[in-house]
């Protein structure tokens, strides 16, 4: 039997380990750009963004969110008994998101919306699409590139916590109450980069595991941006 | 292909150093009340002193061409090679003294350049790299064999208490449009090119420059009202003075869009890693036009762990003592690190211009070498 280790963050990371690093910061930087031209976001960044907005946006995100900790713990599920250590790993945080949905849900409700809608709506194309590729990619065996997509949509968590949310509270009358799902993330940070550092560490050994990633980084990026840009098309 | 070479440069600062406490007497209280962001905004950005070339009495005592000439002549003193045997004038300046026309010509004048090919570049902080770029071309292509590249920047005219007054007073001046008062500061830097090396010098390896204004808004700009709902720009009011009561001739600092800078600064950085162009590890020295201090971010951490990552001591920098003199501060900065005559030969330095206008991020590669 494997001995299951704690994942822990590396004091430097391999050279292999180092460049897709580099080239996953590159993959976040191209992501955010991407984001700040799909129209919702723009409102929220240029300031003309209303509580019809953010209902909206709550509204398209909440299907992500549920689909989110399915495919996390398929992913989890999908690593073999050598990878006990980073299945644990990936445990843990699909336990951590699992119920993220119900925090949005009275964020919706606090912003004003009816959870008849909230729950009645379905998933927008971006949202099939993306949770399409990430099933798909997480019932793999070993499927070590979903650390690129666990690069994108924790970025992601960070970035709503730390800029939308503040934006959001600064626009339209919600309050803090009315942006815990965007706040939620904020909260540590730390442990979650050195958590990515670590499995970047333990994961990323091959320049073929370092290609998956980042190619998994670009393609979850481009898809999280398909399904809020969806936000408008109705 | 021939080279490029840069084998003089010079500096010109207006007026005595002016320490954090005296800047606002010369600029003036606007409404005769002290600031209340001023010396947040110093801390922030660490600059101790900086020159102005305007006077307590708010007198130009050096015009933006005249900074500009006297860098130039400062420069030319340095070299062997006579001021009419001048083949390219580059010049750049975010603002000439004269709206029209462009600043090369009255730089031009000044210096008095015969029959001078001459270029000038429009832009804020990056288009001093733009004109050393027009230069370095002109050389590569063998269509002359040297180019002085003359950078000066006037800023603190648009400081002055009546400005912002005019503008409607201290409870018109947000900390937006107040964020660059005690930010920028005067000066011109000039560095002449030529296709051979001289003596020791320092090779332009490459200049590389990535623009992002398709995906981000504006971050710092003059021309704007200070209402963020209004389109209009300056030049489509009736006249200049609503205009200006509009708050539309006030410079502002989008502060909120600032971290943009850094990442885009590092995503260029990493984008000439990926390349095979640029080496972090190899490079001796990092001259960075930085406007701030506020620097600290969790994208350093990364940039460690992902090994670009360049230590503390290869920085330098001037902008404690100098000021961040926009456009020409990249100019004034390798002025001043050769001055300490620190640098060896196959040294390597990499200049970096992050400009947060509109996010233009550009990047010149030099080695230090001997004729």
């Known amino acids: 039997m494997v001995e299951s280790v704690a994942l822990t963050r590396p004091e430097v990371l391999s050279p292999i380990g180092q460049a897709a690093l580099r080239q996953l910061l590159l993959a976040w930087f191209d992501f955010e750009r991407r984001l700040s031209r799909v129209p919702v976001i723009q409102r929220l960044e240029r300031g003309t963004f209303g509580p019809a907005d953010y209902q909206r946006l709550l509204l398209h995100l909440r299907q992500q969110v549920i689909e989110g900790s399915r495919w996390i713990a398929r992913a989890a599920s999908s690593f073999d008994r050598d990878h006990t250590d980073v299945r644990s790993a990936i445990i843990g945080h699909a336990h951590d998101e699992h119920r993220d949905y119900e925090v949005l849900e009275r964020d919706y409700v606090a912003a004003g919306g009816d959870l008849v809608t909230l729950r009645a709506q379905p998933r927008n194309p971006g949202s099939e699409a993306l949770h399409g590729y990430l099933m798909y990619r997480a019932s793999e065996p070993n499927p070590v590139g979903l650390l690129g997509a666990m690069w994108i949509v924790e970025g992601l968590g960070e970035k709503m916590a730390k800029d939308w949310a503040e934006r959001v509270e600064r626009l339209i009358p919600v309050g803090r109450d ?10 540590n940070d730390e442990t979650h980069m ?20 980042v190619r998994t980084a670009a393609v979850v990026g481009r898809l999280y941006a398909l399904q809020l840009e969806e936000v408008d098309v109705e | 292909m021939t080279g490029a070479y840069i084998t003089s440069t010079g500096s010109f600062l207006p007026g005595p150093p002016v320490g954090n406490d005296d800047v606002e007497q010369l600029l003036g209280l606007v409404g005769g009340r002290r600031s209340r962001l001023r010396s947040r905004i110093q801390k922030a950005n660490g600059i101790k002193t900086r020159h102005y070339a305007i006077d307590r009495s708010h007198r130009t005592t050096h015009s933006n061409e005249q900074m500009a000439v006297l860098a130039a002549q400062a420069c030319m003193a340095k070299s062997p090679l006579p001021l009419r045997s001048v083949g390219v004038l580059s010049c750049a300046t975010t603002q000439g003294d004269l709206v029209i026309p462009g600043f090369g010509s009255m730089v031009q004048a000044g210096l008095g350049i015969p029959e001078v090919e001459l270029h000038t570049a429009h832009g804020v902080c990056s288009s001093s790299v733009m004109a050393v770029r027009a230069a370095v071309n002109t050389l590569r292509v063998g269509d002359q064999s040297n180019a002085l590249v003359v950078v000066s920047e006037l800023s603190s005219r648009l400081f002055k208490n009546t400005r912002y007054e005019a503008a409607g007073g201290r409870d018109a001046v947000d900390f937006d449009a107040e964020f660059l008062r ?25 200049i590389r420059s990535y623009s992002h204004a398709d995906s981000l808004r504006v971050c710092m700009s003059i021309g704007g009202p200070a209402d963020p709902k209004e389109t209009r720009s300056c030049q489509d009011y009736a006249t200049y003075a609503e205009a200006e009561a509009a708050g539309a001739l006030l ?12 990442k885009l600064g590092v995503d260029g950085a990493l984008r000439l890693i990926d390349e095979g162009l640029l080496d972090m590890a190899r490079l001796d020295r990092l001259l960075c036009h930085y406007s701030s201090h506020h620097f600290r971010s969790k994208i350093f951490d990364m940039l460690k762990m992902c090994g670009a990552s360049v230590p503390a001591e290869k920085w330098f920098t001037n902008l404690y003592t100098k000021g ?48």
């Open chain 1, 194 to 213: 050195n958590k990515l550092y670590a499995l970047l560490d333990r994961l990323c050994t091959s320049e073929e595991r370092a290609d998956d990633i």
């Open chain 1, 178 to 187: 009315g942006t815990q799902f965007l706040r939620y993330h904020a909260s």
């Open chain 2, 251 to 262: 410079i502002r600092q989008d502060v909120k869009l600032l971290d943009h800078v850094v």
């Open chain 2, 182 to 206: 005690f930010m920028l500061s005067d000066g011109a830097g000039a560095w002449l090119l030529e296709c051979e090396p001289r003596g020791r010098c320092l090779r332009v390896d490459w």
């Open chain 2, 324 to 371: 961040n003199t926009g456009s020409a501060s990249i100019m004034i900065m390798l002025d001043d690190f050769l001055a300490e005559g620190r640098a060896k030969v196959g040294d390597t330095l990499l200049c970096m211009v992050p400009e947060s206008a509109r996010f233009n991020v550009a990047y010149m590669h030099l080695t230090v070498v001997e004729a």
